[in-house]
């Protein structure tokens, strides 16, 4: 038997139901009813939808949904068709469900506020950097949307607008110089570049959704799920230092620079823990460096050769215990960018070309691995969580069964 058409299923019928303050009902799901109202005094301005349904606690709610398209077209927003009313009571029944906190008001920018706030209190590291692409690429294109009006194509457009938009101008010197700057999108590592920063962002967009979605604040992930971030856009290939690199580098510097090149070489630690080390964090005894502060989070003792023990036994010498253990000139700790003149200077004395100083870090990683040292044991020298970015970044330098096998029994010519 046919299933009976819903009086409220068109203009015409609506129309032809008397005006009254009482809503004209219709289950649609189990739960979950749509109602009509044309009230007797709004002769002339149609009618309204609204859905009832039950709390959690079982208690009967009733809210408004929007106009219907009685007199003016759809927009799925503010006037609604049937069905969007319809899939508009559903969504809202759903924030109901997950629980009191879900809003249909929370914009992205509320979300990204919120998981924020959350991540710093509970210690994340890296805050900064996500606040700032935040700010950067996420909430200019995204921040006034309703996290409950994000859909599959806005997000997929938003992401792949980062790859293909202008270049941003920083400074209004460069902005005044010149009005455009056209990206070269048909060379392979500018797009390489632009998708890998798509993906990071992608990835601080998801973090604050799930955040929101898994504290009930909003009923349905489905939008941002659902977008992949673009493959194969890390390069694997990284700068390492070989050994006589690594003597002129120390062989061209001196003081406070030296210092920190020799620390960053024997420790394999990041600029930023390399700074933020004190004279109590050498273990004399033991010949070791306490990094208290990493990136993952988690502390780590760094055992010291022969050579980095007596580096950092001549910089604790004669110091008190709270005192920075690298310092520069003047006397003053490091900070992001006060290195950079004079690490320019001896890599040009030193003659070594296209290194940054990070890149100390994979050459002690690297020179472990070419040495003989497991993966797992270099994971845990570097701060690592797991051996994930080691395998990534250094098992091609691995002696290996199979790496031997081939070279022994391949054709040589």
């Not at 690199?245 to 061209?252: G, T």
């Not at 604790?316 to 992001?336: I, K, N, T, Y």
Request: charged share 25%.
């Amino acid at each position: 038997m046919a299933q009976r058409r819903s009086v409220l299923s068109s203009k015409t019928s609506r129309a032809a139901l008397p005006a009254s303050d009482a809503p004209e009902w219709e289950v649609i799901s189990p739960g979950i009813r749509i109602g009509y109202r044309r009230g007797r005094g709004s002769y002339g301005r149609g009618g309204n939808w609204l859905a009832a349904s039950r709390a959690p606690d079982n208690k009967r709610v009733q809210t408004r949904l929007g106009k219907a398209d009685d007199l003016l077209p759809a927009d799925g927003k503010a006037v609604l068709t049937h069905e969007q009313a319809k899939d508009a009571a559903r969504a809202w029944v759903k924030g109901l469900k997950v629980g009191t906190d879900a809003s249909p008001s929370l914009t992205v920018s509320d979300a990204l506020d919120r998981y924020f706030e959350a991540r710093s209190a509970e210690g994340m590291k890296a805050i900064d950097d996500a606040r700032s692409r935040a700010a950067l690429h996420i909430r200019p294109k995204l921040g006034s949307l309703r996290v409950a009006d994000l859909t599959i194509g806005k997000v997929r457009a938003w992401r792949d607008g980062m790859v293909t938009s202008e270049k941003r101008l920083r400074t209004a010197k460069r902005a005044k110089e010149a009005n455009k700057i056209l990206v070269d999108l048909s060379d392979p590592e500018v797009i390489r570049r632009r998708r890998d920063t798509a993906n990071r962002t992608l990835t601080i967009l998801k973090a604050a959704l799930n955040w929101a979605f898994n504290n009930h604040l909003t009923a349905d992930d489905t939008a941002w799920r659902l977008v992949k971030p673009y493959r194969s856009t890390t390069s694997a290939r990284i700068r390492f230092l070989s050994p006589d690199e690594q003597r002129a580098l120390v062989a061209a510097s001196n003081g406070a620079i030296r210092d920190l090149i020799s620390a960053a070489l024997v420790t394999g630690a990041r600029f930023g823990e390399l700074a933020r080390l004190r004279v109590a964090d050498y273990d004399v005894v033991n010949k070791s460096v306490f990094i208290a502060e990493s990136k993952s989070g988690k502390p780590r003792h760094v055992p010291l050769p022969d050579g980095g023990a007596g580096l950092f036994a001549r910089l604790v010498a004669d110091r008190g215990a709270g005192e920075f253990l690298l310092r520069q000139e003047s006397g003053a700790a490091w900070a992001p960018s006060t290195y950079n003149r004079s690490w320019k200077a001896v890599l040009k004395i030193a003659n070594v070309q296209s290194v940054t100083l990070h890149e100390l870090r994979h050459t002690y990683a690297s020179t472990m691995v070419r040495n003989g040292a497991p993966l797992i044991i270099v994971a845990q020298a570097l701060g690592h969580s797991d051996t994930r970015m080691a395998e990534k970044h250094y098992a091609h330098l691995a002696p290996s069964y199979v790496a031997d096998t081939i070279r022994r029994l391949a054709p040589d010519i």
